[in-house]
């Protein structure tokens, strides 16, 4: 089974030969080999490119694991590339993997302290040269933030172009499966979006597969290339974070979580670092809380999100089932894939209670930033009773502006408005209409 990804891939056609190198980051596993070295190539080669044409290097494969020497990468490819009558695509896979090397034509002792990664060679050096030849287009995947996304101005002096691949939304999912969609809904939630996870027809095996993914694959990659002892910490925070999805959280809270399993707490500035590796693989995601009256963050306690639903039930051996927390998770996965902003939204008040006037905090699951202008987002099981309502609306009644504003709820409800302007629509429909925000 082939699992379409037409939205990338227009976004990578798009992007061809406009001299940048073209960065496809994300989870590992989450379909970004399979997208360049099959869905891409099979387009161009529809175009009228050769099979020859590709140059296809692939560092976490045994065979190309001498190639993350950058130099002996580089000379490779210039290998391959010699004819400059032909134009080649040039495939960098798992990129991350490629570590820097002595340069030997520096000379130390003139090099300043501050300049002493000079005296190195990394793949941004030769990925930077390669992108001067007009014969080359080059695209690499990774699966590391920090490396990656977060570096591509600097050190690809403003000539890389990222394209951020998510496993499969709610909508590719129903494009493989023959099920309603409220029952597809429920898979969805229990099994994810990861490709190969999805077009495995056995439960029992899609279990194994998002479980053997944790243990093969990212915790090891995270212990080797941050070089830790063991995973005993590492292995007892991913399953706090799993466990408290879309609840605040903050590193003190998670030390003492994560401590009580191991019979000793982390130091603060541990459970830190570990959460930065972990969002730095792209298996969770934090988000910052915003003052909606107030217009600033809160910089202690923030949410965090797993990027997929299934990874995060097989950590947690498919128990810990709330259906409100992994509704919201969902939503703002929802959100961050269609390229939105998101912040939580808190909501400051002063209120008489119990004859004393107090100040309160109340929520708003999502702030969504479009330009100037935001979109107020809570996620909700139902408003049944009055008093249900009032509740779930409350802190969005209370803004003091004229966003509009949206409750998503369980189930394929259609949309539809109360008197105060308050938009409702069920979760399916809310997932499968990508321009329901622009369009409202």
């Not at 004819?83 to 130390?108: A, C, G």
């Not at 050096?125 to 591509?152: A, Q």
């Not at 597809?184 to 439960?203: S, T």
């Not at 694959?217 to 879309?246: A, F, M, N, Q, W």
């Amino acid at each position: 089974m082939i699992i379409r990804r037409d939205e990338y891939l227009n976004k990578l056609l798009a992007k061809r030969w406009n001299g940048k190198v073209k960065v496809i980051t994300g989870l590992r596993r989450s379909g970004k080999s399979f997208l360049l070295s099959t869905l891409f190539k099979k387009r161009m080669i529809e175009e009228g490119a050769d099979a020859d044409d590709f140059i296809e290097i692939a560092l976490d494969r045994k065979s190309d694991v001498k190639y993350r020497n950058p130099n002996l990468l580089y000379d490779h490819i210039l290998e391959c590339t010699k004819d400059l009558t032909r134009k080649f695509y040039v495939i960098i896979d798992e990129i991350q993997l490629s570590y820097k090397v002595k340069n030997d034509n520096v000379d130390e002792t003139i090099v300043a302290e501050e300049d002493r990664e000079m005296l190195y060679t990394t793949f941004y050096d030769i990925l930077n040269d390669l992108m001067s030849r007009p014969n080359l287009d080059i695209y690499v995947t990774g699966s590391n933030s920090k490396m990656l996304s977060k570096d591509i101005v600097t050190n690809f002096r403003d000539r890389g172009s990222e394209i951020k691949v998510y496993p499969l939304s709610f909508s590719e999912y129903l494009s493989v499966t023959d099920k309603e969609k409220a029952d597809a809904l429920e898979d969805y939630m229990m099994y994810g979006g990861m490709p190969l996870a999805v077009i495995e027809p056995d439960e029992k095996e899609k279990r194994k597969y998002l479980q053997g993914l944790f243990a093969n694959v990212y915790i090891k990659d995270i212990i080797e290339r941050y070089k830790l002892k063991d995973d005993s910490t590492l292995s007892p925070l991913v399953d706090t974070l799993s466990s408290s999805i879309g609840s605040l959280t903050n590193p003190n809270k998670l030390a003492n979580t994560a401590g009580s399993a191991i019979g000793r707490t982390p130091s603060h500035n541990t459970i830190r670092s570990y959460i930065e590796y972990l969002e730095d693989a792209y298996i969770f995601e934090g988000v910052k809380r915003w003052d909606v009256k107030g217009r600033r963050y809160f910089d202690t306690i923030q949410k965090y999100y797993a990027t997929d639903l299934g990874l995060r039930n097989a950590r947690l051996n498919f128990r810990q089932q709330e259906r409100s927390h992994l509704m919201e998770n969902m939503i703002y996965n929802e959100l961050v894939r269609r390229g939105y902003s998101v912040d939580v939204g808190i909501v400051e008040l002063s209120r008489i209670i119990d004859g004393k006037r107090k100040m309160s905090q109340y929520e708003i699951d999502f702030v969504v930033n479009i330009g100037n202008s935001k979109i107020y987002i809570q996620s909700a099981l139902n408003v049944d009773s009055p008093e249900k309502k009032a509740q779930e609306t409350f802190s969005l009644k209370n803004t003091g502006d004229f966003f509009r504003k949206i409750v998503v709820l369980d189930g394929n409800i259609k949309r539809w408005t109360d008197e105060d302007g308050v938009i409702y629509i069920g979760v399916i429909p809310f997932l499968l209409e990508d321009a329901l925000l622009e369009s409202l």
